[in-house]
């Protein structure tokens, strides 16, 4: 009878509220002609996330979720990463972002009540990988709810899995639709959020953000470098990329190009080298086209050098106040004792000042990764990688002139969309012409989004020739790895 009589008192109370607020709508609509209304209505701006609201914290929670539920109250974390320098980098930010939410470190899956997996969507295979480690997972964690059981006893706390990373932010939503597979999907520009997410799972829901940002690039982060051996780091200086090649899923998944204050990364390195560390790699996904563009320094934004003759930039570079080389000079000259190194460049973005820093300082490795990905002019313009076969030698040719012995590494593609026997014969011949120190050499994986997949669609008359799709097994033999090429000089190039 009470309870009767409670529902039915907060029914009227809530009738009576539905009915004041219509009859308020009716007399402002009234007295407010249509046009002055729309003054009132919600913009945009309300419903896009204001700078600074990455990070949940006490003031912008969701309302289906508390402060107390965010906190992971020791709960053990464990995390594999796959994929490149950046997703290591990657990984050790994570780290740090759920150590200061109360997680812990966990040395093994069957101890953990948090599984992560950085993840990897570059090639097809990568993301294989992936998905039969994730069904790995599941048939562990069924195993054990069946032991549980077969015992009598209690199950404990059901382990969240998540997936962060490229293939989160590439196949986002469809990731949780396959079964019980993960709980949580989070894209690289929204690891501030990862608390919130697990609160959300651990209460039974699915949790997704794959935002992609304008101006992340967790500066503020103090990376935790578990099992580091205390000698060699990734300092992450810039994240995105703005090239574009028509073969690439980067910009899509990583987003555009937005380069770190260059404070934060001199505090970084400065603390590592008190720590002993003595080999620093800057990272990045374009990492020799950084641009501060801060302006907390000082100095003033100025625009960028020419380009390199028959380089072409798929977009303009920013204005700035410090550039890459400049970074590297700073860096180098006040830590004469780390060894610095950098990677993955693009070739339009080695200007001479770049190159005679690296003849001056004697702790900047003279051993440089410069991908090719073709020795076909006709096929790196379908790639849109901005040069031609000839433009790619004549830097070549620079770079051997300035730094002598230099070691160089490249990467190359083969299969690629309208690649024939004679496209694939030039980059043999570049090859045999360059003789790089180490070449990573792949055959082609189509990727959805990206302007070579649309392109595809579109003519249905770009199809690869199976023969060079296979990479011509007796020119690579251990092509999918990396394959070292023979050498020009015997001096490694690791330090002058």
């Given at each position: 009878?009470?309870?009767?009589?409670?529902?039915?008192?907060?029914?009227?109370?809530?009738?009576?509220?539905?009915?004041?607020?219509?009859?308020s709508?009716?007399?402002?609509?009234?007295?407010?002609?249509?046009?002055?209304?729309?003054?009132f209505?919600?913009?945009?701006?309300?419903?896009?996330?204001?700078?600074?609201?990455?990070?949940?914290?006490?003031?912008?929670?969701?309302?289906?979720?508390?402060s107390?539920?965010?906190?992971?109250?020791?709960?053990?974390?464990?995390?594999?990463?796959?994929?490149?320098?950046?997703?290591?980098?990657?990984?050790?930010?994570?780290?740090?972002?759920?150590?200061?939410?109360?997680?812990?470190?966990?040395?093994?899956?069957?101890?953990?009540?948090?599984?992560?997996?950085?993840?990897?969507?570059?090639?097809?295979?990568?993301?294989?990988?992936?998905?039969?480690?994730?069904?790995?997972?599941?048939a562990?964690?069924?195993?054990?709810?069946?032991?549980?059981?077969?015992?009598?006893?209690?199950?404990?706390?059901?382990?969240?899995?998540?997936?962060?990373?490229?293939?989160?932010?590439?196949?986002?939503?469809?990731?949780?639709?396959?079964?019980?597979?993960?709980?949580v999907?989070c894209?690289?520009?929204?690891?501030?959020?990862?608390?919130?997410?697990?609160?959300?799972?651990r209460?039974?829901?699915?949790?997704?953000?794959?935002?992609?940002?304008?101006?992340?690039?967790?500066?503020?982060?103090?990376?935790?470098?578990?099992?580091?051996d205390?000698?060699?780091?990734?300092?992450?200086?810039?994240?995105?990329?703005?090239?574009?090649?028509?073969?690439?899923?980067?910009?899509?998944?990583?987003?555009r190009?937005?380069?770190?204050?260059?404070?934060?990364?001199?505090?970084?390195?400065?603390?590592?080298?008190?720590?002993?560390?003595?080999?620093?790699?800057?990272?990045?996904?374009?990492?020799?086209?950084?641009?501060?563009?801060?302006?907390?320094?000082?100095?003033?934004?100025?625009?960028?050098?020419?380009?390199?003759?028959?380089?072409?930039?798929?977009?303009?570079?920013?204005?700035?106040?410090?550039?890459?080389?400049?970074?590297?000079?700073?860096?180098?000259?006040?830590?004469?004792?780390?060894?610095?190194?950098?990677?993955?460049?693009?070739?339009?973005?080695?200007?001479?000042?770049?190159?005679?820093?690296?003849?001056?300082r004697?702790?900047?490795?003279?051993?440089?990764?410069?991908?090719?990905?073709?020795?076909?002019?006709?096929?790196?313009?379908?790639?849109?990688?901005?040069?031609?076969?000839e433009?790619?030698?004549?830097?070549?040719?620079r770079?051997?002139?300035?730094?002598?012995?230099?070691?160089?590494?490249?990467?190359?593609?083969?299969?690629?969309?309208g690649?024939?026997?004679?496209?694939?014969?030039?980059?043999?011949?570049?090859?045999?012409?360059?003789?790089?120190?180490?070449?990573?050499?792949?055959?082609?994986s189509?990727?959805?989004?990206?302007?070579?997949?649309?392109?595809?669609?579109?003519?249905?008359?770009?199809?690869?020739d199976?023969?060079?799709?296979?990479?011509?097994?007796?020119?690579?033999?251990?092509?999918?790895?990396?394959?070292?090429?023979?050498?020009?000089?015997?001096?490694?190039?690791?330090?002058?």
């Amino acid at each position: 009878l009470f309870y009767d009589m409670a529902a039915g008192s907060r029914f009227r109370a809530a009738a009576a509220w539905s009915s004041s607020l219509q009859s308020s709508r009716r007399a402002f609509s009234a007295r407010t002609p249509s046009r002055r209304r729309l003054e009132f209505a919600a913009s945009l701006r309300d419903f896009t996330p204001h700078e600074g609201t990455a990070d949940v914290g006490e003031t912008n929670l969701p309302p289906y979720l508390t402060s107390a539920q965010l906190d992971g109250a020791g709960r053990g974390v464990y995390m594999e990463t796959y994929g490149c320098q950046m997703n290591v980098a990657d990984t050790e930010v994570v780290r740090s972002v759920l150590q200061g939410a109360g997680y812990s470190h966990a040395a093994s899956l069957s101890g953990a009540d948090v599984v992560l997996l950085n993840t990897c969507a570059i090639r097809e295979n990568a993301e294989a990988k992936i998905w039969a480690r994730l069904r790995a997972i599941r048939a562990e964690r069924r195993k054990e709810a069946a032991g549980w059981r077969a015992r009598g006893g209690l199950r404990p706390t059901r382990t969240v899995v998540g997936l962060l990373g490229c293939m989160g932010e590439r196949l986002k939503g469809k990731l949780l639709e396959e079964d019980q597979l993960v709980d949580v999907v989070c894209g690289p520009d929204a690891y501030r959020a990862l608390p919130r997410l697990l609160a959300q799972a651990r209460g039974g829901q699915p949790a997704l953000d794959v935002a992609l940002s304008l101006d992340e690039t967790y500066a503020d982060v103090a990376p935790v470098r578990e099992g580091s051996d205390g000698i060699s780091a990734f300092v992450s200086i810039m994240r995105g990329c703005n090239n574009m090649c028509s073969y690439c899923i980067v910009p899509h998944t990583r987003g555009r190009e937005r380069s770190r204050p260059s404070s934060s990364i001199c505090a970084e390195v400065a603390q590592l080298a008190a720590q002993g560390y003595r080999e620093v790699t800057l990272l990045g996904q374009n990492v020799n086209s950084y641009a501060d563009g801060d302006g907390r320094g000082g100095g003033a934004l100025v625009a960028p050098s020419p380009t390199r003759d028959g380089f072409t930039p798929m977009v303009p570079p920013p204005k700035a106040s410090l550039r890459f080389a400049g970074l590297l000079d700073t860096l180098s000259a006040a830590h004469p004792e780390v060894r610095f190194r950098f990677t993955s460049p693009h070739p339009k973005d080695f200007p001479d000042h770049l190159l005679e820093v690296i003849r001056d300082r004697p702790n900047a490795c003279a051993s440089l990764h410069i991908p090719a990905q073709s020795g076909s002019t006709a096929v790196l313009a379908a790639m849109r990688r901005g040069y031609s076969r000839e433009t790619y030698m004549r830097l070549i040719d620079r770079v051997r002139e300035v730094l002598p012995g230099v070691a160089i590494s490249s990467d190359f593609i083969s299969g690629f969309c309208g690649e024939t026997e004679a496209d694939h014969a030039e980059t043999l011949s570049l090859l045999e012409a360059v003789r790089f120190e180490r070449a990573f050499m792949f055959a082609y994986s189509l990727r959805e989004k990206t302007h070579a997949h649309r392109r595809r669609r579109a003519t249905r008359g770009l199809r690869r020739d199976p023969s060079v799709a296979e990479a011509h097994p007796r020119d690579c033999p251990r092509l999918g790895s990396a394959t070292t090429c023979r050498s020009r000089s015997s001096s490694g190039g690791c330090a002058k």
